[in-house]
């Protein structure tokens, strides 16, 4: 089983601020990589794959990189919608899937 | 748009059958680049897949479930189930079902909006 360890848990950032979010696989995954937005009682949203693409409608301030086993999603300038919890997800090798434990974004 | 919901009791006894269905509109579950799976989230933690199966009726399972869970598809409703035996509260969550794609081809894109389950007598 693959396993994914996002850092921080926890995030504190202020609006306009960048946030930089990790996730580290414990094997390589390639770049078989995504990223998911998740808002209280809300399902998660796919804002990355590929490591680096953008899925449909996702703005711009959003992007991801890395290969292998380190990963990164930035947010450039965070908004007030932004602030939700962010989890990335590894679909290289499976069964099982697998995804990390979570980062928490806060408004400092 | 492709649009998923889950459906199924609520409230589950300890030791009995959790079942839940999910019904695909907007597109088939025929489709043969997709798979179908069952994700779950225990209260304030993360997301833990369950298993999933293809049209064909092929199906994959977490290990640590395995011994537990049944996912079956019924293509003519374009529908698949969950089944997931002696139920505890440790299995208490809101389930979600979703799609995905083959190994190393495409994540999980679509999510049930959820269906919260508790296991209490």
């Known amino acids: 089983e693959i396993v994914m360890t996002q850092s921080p848990a926890t995030l504190s950032v202020s609006p306009g601020e960048r946030a930089t979010l990790s996730c580290r696989a414990s094997?390589?995954?390639?770049?078989?990589l995504a990223w998911y937005q998740q808002k209280p009682g809300q399902a998660p949203r796919l804002l990355i794959y590929?490591?680096?693409t953008r899925a449909t409608g996702i703005p711009a301030r959003f992007s991801g990189s890395g290969s292998g086993t380190e990963f990164t999603l930035t947010i450039s300038s965070l908004q007030s919608e932004d602030f939700a919890v962010y989890y990335c997800h590894q679909y290289d090798n499976w069964p099982p899937l697998t995804f990390g434990g979570g980062t928490k974004v806060e408004i400092k | 748009q492709l649009q998923l919901q889950e459906s199924g009791p609520g409230l589950v006894k300890p030791s009995e059958t959790l079942s839940l269905t999910c019904t695909v509109s907007?597109?088939?579950?025929?489709?043969?680049?997709?798979?179908w799976g069952w994700i779950r989230q225990p209260p304030g933690k993360g997301l833990e897949w369950i298993g999933s199966?293809?049209?064909?009726?092929?199906?994959y399972y977490n290990p640590s479930l395995k011994s537990r869970v049944i996912i079956s598809v019924d293509t003519s409703k374009n529908q698949f189930s969950l089944k997931l035996s002696t139920a505890t509260a440790a299995d208490t969550a809101v389930y979600y079902c979703?799609?995905?794609?083959?190994?190393?081809?495409?994540?999980?894109?679509?999510w049930g909006q959820g269906t919260r389950v508790t296991v209490s007598s």
């Open positions: 590929g490591a680096s």
């Open positions: 199966i293809y049209y064909s009726g092929n199906t």
């Open positions: 094997q390589s995954v390639d770049s078989n």
């Open positions: 907007g597109g088939s579950i025929s489709n043969t680049n997709y798979f």
């Open positions: 979703a799609r995905h794609g083959r190994v190393g081809q495409w994540p999980v894109d679509y």
